[in-house]
């Protein structure tokens, strides 16, 4: 598998002042935020811009906001890409790597997002969870640990994000992910850190969520991937449009396998790697997971232009 593949943040990579370059610069990737605008009936493109920052991190906005940039990096590299062996986002990300994959068009794809941030926030509200990064442990300790605390709370905490070797990310109830980090600490974890939200994706606190956004991804119009779209849940591409809606359906329960999604790219022959979106946050866990491959951001890749 030669070529390069491209890479779609997720939340967490929001900052204000993001896209605005892209604006300015490339009339492909105006045309994507003027379209947001449009679609969503509010200037989306400002608030990116000009923030304000509280407004930004609200789930509500940053899921189309940090949707909306991509596609609009994207739009604007397409014209300096080489051959594209394979697509994957980081949770959010991957409705972004879809419209990449040509395999959903973006003006469905930034509904469905809308969709996904109203119902995460409003099972956020009914069931209040949060998040917690595990540093210094691998995996298999931080679910060993998850167990234990779910045996002992009758709580959930359980692992949410496999980011890459070293940095584990777990979610569930307030109570849960409090006991889940100082065990961990106990453990040995080099540093526990609360994340500043106040959901828990990727975790069963999101299944009534998960259950009315499956009614929303039968309605939208998938096609089958123009490239290989490799999917969190499986790290392991998937071709037709009922398994990209399978696995976005099961996306907000179950847990993103990073480390094997990137280390599946690499083992078969991957060896460029471009963040298309805000931030470098992807490009940090590749560089963990193998340090031999190339890694680019946005910003270098249109930066070859001066």
């Not at 811009?49 to 590299?77: C, H, I, K, W």
């Not at 009758?154 to 692992?159: F, K, L, N, T, W």
């Not at 599946?264 to 963990?288: C, K, N, S, Y």
Request: net charge negative; charged share 25%.
């Amino acid at each position: 598998m030669s070529g390069v593949a491209l890479l779609f943040p997720g939340q967490g990579s929001q900052e204000v002042g993001m896209g605005q370059d892209l604006y300015d610069r490339f009339p492909a990737a105006r045309e994507v935020f003027e379209e947001a605008d449009r679609l969503l009936g509010f200037p989306l493109s400002r608030l990116c811009f000009e923030g304000p920052a509280e407004q930004l991190n609200d789930t509500l906005y940053t899921q189309p906001a940090v949707f909306t940039v991509s596609v609009a990096a994207l739009r604007a590299m397409e014209p300096r890409l080489e051959e594209v062996a394979c697509v994957a986002g980081h949770s959010l990300g991957e409705f972004a790597a879809l419209v990449a994959a040509d395999a959903l068009p973006f003006d469905e794809g930034l509904l469905l997002v809308q969709e996904r941030a109203r119902l995460m926030k409003e099972a956020g509200e009914r069931s209040p969870g949060g998040m917690v990064a595990v540093l210094g442990l691998d995996v298999d300790a931080v679910e060993a640990i998850c167990a234990r605390v779910r045996e002992e709370t009758g709580q959930y905490v359980g692992v949410a994000n496999d980011n890459c070797p070293g940095q584990v990310v777990v979610s569930g109830t307030e109570a849960a992910i409090s006991a889940a980090a100082e065990a961990a600490k106990a453990a040995g974890a080099r540093r526990a850190i609360r994340l500043a939200v106040s959901i828990a994706p990727h975790s069963p606190l999101m299944a009534e969520a998960a259950e009315a956004f499956r009614r929303a991804l039968a309605k939208a119009p998938f096609r089958s991937p123009r490239v290989p779209f490799v999917a969190n849940g499986t790290a392991r591409p998937v071709t037709s449009p009922e398994q990209i809606r399978e696995v976005l359906g099961r996306q907000l329960t179950s847990p993103v396998h990073w480390t094997d999604s990137i280390r599946w790219m690499i083992d078969r022959g991957v060896r460029r790697f471009i963040e298309v979106g805000p931030g470098a946050v992807l490009t940090g866990l590749v560089r963990r997971i193998d340090r031999a491959v190339e890694r680019l951001t946005t910003e270098q890749v249109l930066g070859l232009e001066g």
